[in-house]
């Protein structure tokens, strides 16, 4: 008897049946840029072995204009359709299948090339697109209609059509970006032609026997997005001109609501997909920040969807769904959903990996196979880059003992998990702990070796990370500053005016922390969330904004955040999450202040100036001042080995503390543990 009934039940789609009710949603990986196809097909191979029901490829072009950006994947020629060829033949051989995702990006390319139904430039795009006419319009159509019948060529087992986020078809949609007064445009019958008429020409192109997957989008979130009514009769369309599955899109690229970072609740759009149960009669599937399979199996028991979409989950564990149904759930890599690694790496031009799981996309390089001669490793910290050493070289057949002097493994991640909106560091630290009661394993908690301690082992791995760098201010001994560590550990008093000396990450996260006068978070609480960021029912209204926009719960302190940098505060947080933690800050009225100096902190605040002539002397009152200044490498226990001649390895914060993160730290341990 399983946990998950529901998500483990196959879904039979008369021609074809699914082995269970999971799919890997698509991701753009960079993968298919590097024409590595071996690199391709191991990645989705591995996925396919962990069990997944049916994976959605990341998005192919139809044509150059229609790519997100120029070069980027398509099915263009015949060697095109055989490089496909080998990724389809694994993943069928390892018991997969896999749909390809037609992308047209419309005026989202980054491609002074670009088109859409109207010439109006996008917020996120410096492009402008050139208007289609009559002929252009049947070029696309004819064009999404080709890339659908190679993909069956190529051995996919499907396609799926991108008509939400905001993408080309989404842009015919809505007067937002649709401004024709021709048959594409003007009624909603003519803004609807084309999604429609597309999926009726795949469906011609790639017969009866081939799933064809619509992404639909149901809440827009942009001001005129579309109405709930409209949502429902697209949907219909779509059905009727062929589509097999429905797929749920959540949100526009260029809204300014999160749809899937860390802080958005587990399953918060989900009762969007509800509405559309039993509006048509082909299998619906929901998504956006599901990540767990009891959260999966809710999801489904509630009558939300037919199957439910996970992408960055797959990139945490490819065997997300054998683990689920082999009643190992507690092994499962948990995504946090930081994007981190994947998505700010897609927007950085990088291959996309996983904070997580550092082998994400890099299956064929980085490999954790058995060692040669079994050997004792030592780790001196517990944090994310010394559990990571832990468990890779313990899977891979060392013998392992784990010190940490806390008596907690996680170190900075324990900090993490306090902050609002960042809970899913709390499941990260449960899984590291689940993963080091391992019979190679010893733990060691509370514990802090001597040099003597870690003579005898065949490998030593210093993690000690890090401790907070001293700013050296004058005052700063004073009984009305404290350090960030005192903040987050809990049981500080803090004031009720506070300035937070540095806004790093960690500085963004002390003040979000202290505009709540407690535990409560959002991200615990989807109707305060909803409210929080202005998300209307769609059938309230349009778009699913709400007309009076965000409702934020007022601030528990007055915050001022500093930095000595003239630059925009928070400029270096995530590509993809650093708007978020600003606008969370902003709506909270923190208020931000960059090129100061610090003068001196005295009873009354914090005395700072501006600029190299040091002007405009000015007092930011506040009764705690906290020290947020960034950290330096905690390197004792090295040097204190290195005086011995003992050789050890330092990585994580221990390594370098500037620009220190999880990311880094588990990727360098990982890396380092697959050599030994
Ligand atoms: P950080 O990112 O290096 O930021 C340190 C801050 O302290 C900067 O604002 C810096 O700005 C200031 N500072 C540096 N030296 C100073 C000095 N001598 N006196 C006064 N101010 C000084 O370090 P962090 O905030 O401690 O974060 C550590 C790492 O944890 C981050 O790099 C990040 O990777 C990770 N993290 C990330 C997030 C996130 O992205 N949300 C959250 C938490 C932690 P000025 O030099 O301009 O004053
Ligand atoms: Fe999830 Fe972060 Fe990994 Fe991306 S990098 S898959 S968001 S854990």
Redesign the pocket.
């Known amino acids: 008897m399983t946990d998950y009934p529901r998500l483990l039940e196959p879904l039979d789609l008369g021609f074809t049946t699914l082995r269970n009710r999971v799919l890997m949603g698509s991701m753009h990986t960079g993968l298919e840029e590097t024409k590595d196809w071996n690199r391709v097909a191991t990645f989705y191979a591995e996925r396919a072995e962990g069990g997944v029901g049916l994976m959605v490829t990341g998005g192919m072009s139809p044509n150059r204009e229609g790519g997100v950006f120029p070069g980027a994947a398509g099915l263009f020629s015949d060697a095109d359709i055989a490089n496909h060829r080998t990724v389809t033949d694994r993943v069928h051989d390892a018991g997969g299948k896999i749909a390809m995702q037609i992308l047209h990006a419309g005026r989202y390319a980054y491609s002074p090339e670009c088109v859409a139904p109207s010439p109006i430039k996008s917020p996120i795009s410096p492009f402008p697109p050139k208007e289609l006419d009559e002929d252009g319009i049947e070029k696309q159509i004819a064009d999404i209609a080709t890339a659908a019948a190679r993909a069956r060529e190529a051995g996919y087992d499907g396609v799926e059509v991108m008509g939400s986020e905001g993408y080309f078809l989404n842009q015919f949609l809505v007067e937002h970006t649709n401004k024709r007064t021709d048959r594409w445009g003007d009624s909603l019958e003519n803004r609807q032609r084309l999604p429609v008429e597309v999926v009726r020409r795949v469906r011609e192109a790639v017969g009866d026997d081939f799933i064809l997957i619509y992404r639909l989008s149901m809440i827009d979130l942009i001001p005129k997005g579309q109405t709930w009514d409209e949502v429902v009769a697209l949907a219909g369309k779509i059905e009727a001109a062929g589509a097999t599955i429905l797929n749920t899109g959540i949100g526009w690229h260029e809204a300014r609501i999160p749809t899937i970072a860390t802080s958005v609740p587990r399953r918060a759009f989900t009762w969007v997909t509800k509405k559309l149960m039993g509006e048509v009669s082909i299998p619906v599937i929901t998504s956006n920040r599901i990540n767990t399979p009891e959260v999966a199996e809710a999801v489904l028991a509630d009558g939300c969807a037919d199957m439910i979409s996970m992408a960055r989950p797959f990139l945490a564990d490819s065997h997300f769904v054998a683990k689920a149904a082999a009643g190992r759930a507690a092994e499962i890599a948990p995504c946090i959903a930081?994007n981190?690694a994947c998505l700010d790496h897609t927007f950085g031009g990088k291959i996309s990996s996983c904070l997580v799981n550092p082998r994400a996309c890099h299956e064929t390089e980085l490999r954790y196979d058995p060692a040669e001669t079994p050997r004792h490793v030592a780790v001196v910290g517990a944090g994310a880059a010394g559990v990571t050493v832990a468990m890779v070289a313990a899977e891979r057949g060392h013998r392992v003992t784990l010190w940490d002097k806390a008596e907690q493994i996680g170190g900075?991640l324990n900090?993490?998990k306090v902050?609002p909106g960042?809970e899913e560091f709390v499941g990260l630290v449960d899984w590291m702990a689940r993963m080091v009661e391992h019979p190679s394993i010893d733990v060691r908690l509370g514990t802090a070796p001597g040099v003597d301690d870690l003579r005898a082992a065949d490998e030593v791995v210093i993690a000690t990370g890090?401790s907070?760098?001293?700013?050296?201010?004058e005052g700063q001994d004073g009984p009305n500053v404290l350090s960030?560590i005192d903040v987050l550990r809990g049981g500080a008093e803090v004031g009720a005016r506070v300035a937070v000396?540095?806004?790093?990450?960690?500085?963004?996260?002390t003040a979000d922390f202290l505009t709540h006068d407690g535990g409560e978070s959002t991200t615990e609480d989807l109707d305060a969330w909803l409210r929080e960021w202005g998300v209307a029912d769609p059938e309230d209204h349009r778009g699913g904004l709400e007309p009076e926009g965000p409702r934020p719960e007022p601030s528990a302190r007055h915050i001022t955040l500093?930095?000595?940098?003239s630059?925009k505060?928070g400029k270096?947080?995530?590509k993809t999450?650093?708007w978020i933690?600003r606008a969370s800050l902003a709506m909270k009225d923190v208020q931000m202040v960059?090129g100061?100096n610090?003068e001196r902190i005295v009873p009354e605040g914090l005395e700072i100036s501006f600029g190299e002539a040091r002007e405009r002397p000015t007092l930011i009152e506040a009764d705690t001042i906290v020290?947020?200044?960034?950290?330096v490498p905690e390197r004792g226990l090295a040097d204190a080995l290195e005086a011995e001649g003992i050789a050890c390895h330092v990585i994580g914060g221990a390594d370098v503390?500037?620009?220190?993160?999880?990311?880094?730290a588990i990727d360098q341990g990982a890396r380092l543990a697959a050599t030994f």
């Not at 907070?468 to 201010?473: F, L, S, V």
């Not at 020290?627 to 950290?631: N, R, S």
């Open positions: 930081c981190q900075q900090m993490a902050i960042k890090v907070p760098r001293d700013p050296g201010i960030y000396i540095g806004a790093g990450g960690i500085g963004f996260d500093l930095q000595r940098k630059e505060l270096r947080l995530g999450t650093g933690h960059g100061v610090y020290l947020c200044a960034g950290q503390a500037a620009e220190l993160d999880a990311k880094r």
